[in-house]
């Protein structure tokens, strides 16, 4: 990496961080301050797309004047090269767009949605990150989101697009090797906007969810199975509230998908949260303030890797980006603000961009002419959970000490501030959590299993356990797996109970 930007990164970009607290566990998201790269004119969408077939993601931006595709590749730490580009036909005006091996070839290809002139099409990648001109279909008035989805599960990604202008999604069929077909188009209300994909009505279907601005509504359209779609039902956002982007995704984790939608007016900017309480039936059961004006963009991931998916919205109104950890059946946090190079965020996407195992974001600035890279700035391994004092006037706290690497096989659990000359055991498992259990907290959900047998701390309350990733239960930690880790402990002087925790540490562990 160039020392400059790891300096910038490391040192001058000082980290901004949120302490979420609640009942569920505690954390933390932090992201550095944003890096910006040039990228032309007005860019309008981003896509993370390995564009060079070298295992990196790289970023794909729309632009204007003149009309094209800007390339920037992904060195393999984070740092992009200038931006490359490839024109787009005659008379586009690129606003939204997909990546996908549409040609069979093994390399992503590119579509574009243009509302100039009513199309989407297909650019094949060239296999170096370079595009051409392919196929198109001609779609509704000023079409402007695209998402990706199988509509008759044949096995190849077909593609739906929300028609600005005409008030309708049209539905695009995949034929194979780069050709697309218009298969129909329904009519869903006044400007249409974002789309998310997912089974809504439990048939294996996918469903397409609708942010219909104009309307102040979500359309969300039943997949019939044949390439046709209607209207499953109906969810108003009230008098207030204008939808930009959907997303679907069981945020709740009671098994369903919910639909999550960004909305905003005069005076309110939120996430609305529709609740999914029987299939295809839906509450509006919760508002969560973004914090910033006008979110216009969104994008999910789990940023603390805490097996919950938490949400970015991109703010134009007051160029930020706001990030909301998911508190599961709480809903989510208060938001984090990440002020952008600006002016005008816009599209926001997450994906892991330095290869560490945690969500990054990047965000199009449509006023400033570039993209803003902004990694997360989460620590591997990373502390959580809560630590309850012990009859000593203590909390027990555990680290993780040497190399997060499987092949270095040099890695061990260290607790200080137990009880002294007491018996404890480390344990370990991969969903984390923040449940009160005797006299501390519970910070690993079940299944969890222990690691060798029970200890004695030392006189000064530490204890200590080296793993050998050959032998069993270590040999189940992989490379690229997460583990949360956590220490039990008898404290015979408590005048509660006499089982103790400490609080708990995750790791992402590397080849």
Not at 7 to 34: D, M
Not at 101 to 119: E, L, Q, R, W
Not at 351 to 380: C, E, M, P
Not at 386 to 404: C, D, E, K, M, Q
């Amino acid at each position: 990496m160039n020392p400059v930007l790891r300096h910038v990164r490391a040192g001058v970009s000082t980290a901004i961080a949120i302490a979420a607290h609640s009942v569920l566990a505690q954390a933390q998201i932090s992201f550095h301050s944003p890096i910006a790269y040039p990228v032309g004119d007005a860019p309008k969408s981003v896509v993370a797309s390995d564009v060079d077939s070298d295992g990196d993601l790289d970023l794909v931006v729309t632009v204007h004047n003149p009309a094209g595709l800007s390339v920037l590749r992904n060195d393999g730490t984070g740092e992009f090269a200038p931006a490359a580009f490839s024109p787009l036909t005659s008379g586009s005006d690129p606003v939204g767009l997909v990546a996908h091996d549409f040609t069979g070839d093994g390399h992503p290809d590119i579509v574009v949605a243009s509302s100039a002139n009513d199309t989407i099409r297909l650019y094949r990648n060239l296999g170096d990150g370079h595009y051409v001109p392919g196929d198109y279909a001609s779609v509704g008035d000023g079409p402007r989101a695209l998402v990706l989805l199988d509509f008759d599960l044949d096995g190849d990604m077909d593609l739906a697009v929300s028609n600005r202008a005409g008030g309708g999604v049209s539905f695009v069929r995949n034929v194979g090797d780069g050709m697309l077909e218009f298969e129909s188009v329904v009519a869903v209300g006044a400007t249409p906007g974002g789309l998310a994909v997912g089974d809504l009505d439990g048939d294996a279907y996918p469903d397409v969810a609708v942010a219909v601005h104009g309307s102040r509504i979500v359309r969300v359209l039943r997949n019939l199975g044949n390439g046709t779609f209607t209207t499953l039902t109906t969810l108003p956002l009230g008098n207030l509230e204008l939808p930009e982007v959907a997303r679907i995704l069981d945020f709740d984790n009671d098994g369903d998908d919910d639909i999550l939608v960004s909305a905003s007016d005069t005076v309110v900017h939120d996430v609305v949260l529709f609740r999914q309480i029987a299939p295809g039936a839906f509450c509006e059961c919760d508002y969560f303030d973004v914090g910033g004006i006008h979110p216009v963009g969104m994008a999910l991931g789990d940023f603390d890797l805490d097996t919950r998916i938490d949400v970015a919205t991109a703010n134009s109104g007051s160029d930020t980006v706001s990030v909301l950890r998911n508190l599961s059946s709480a809903g989510f946090d208060l938001p984090l603000s990440i002020p952008v190079t600006g002016p005008e965020p816009c599209c926001i996407i997450a994906a892991d961009l330095d290869g560490n195992h945690y969500a990054d974001l990047v965000v199009t600035n449509d006023a400033a002419q570039s993209v803003d890279v902004i990694f997360n700035a989460r620590d591997n391994p990373a502390s959580y959970c809560s630590t309850s004092p012990n009859s000593f006037g203590y909390g027990a706290r555990i680290h993780a000490l040497g190399s997060v690497r499987i092949a270095t096989n040099d890695f061990t659990l260290r607790v200080v501030d137990a009880v002294p000359n007491a018996p404890g055991l480390f344990f370990f498992g991969r969903v984390p959590q923040q449940s009160p259990f005797h006299a501390g907290y519970l910070c690993i959900a079940a299944p969890i299993a222990r690691l060798g047998p029970a200890l004695q701390t030392t006189t000064r309350g530490v204890a200590q356990l080296e793993l050998d990733f050959g032998l069993s239960p270590a040999s189940m930690i992989a490379a690229g797996s997460i583990w949360n880790f956590q220490f039990w402990y008898r404290d015979p002087a408590a005048t509660s109970s006499t089982t103790n925790f400490s609080d708990a540490v995750r790791v992402v562990f590397e080849p």
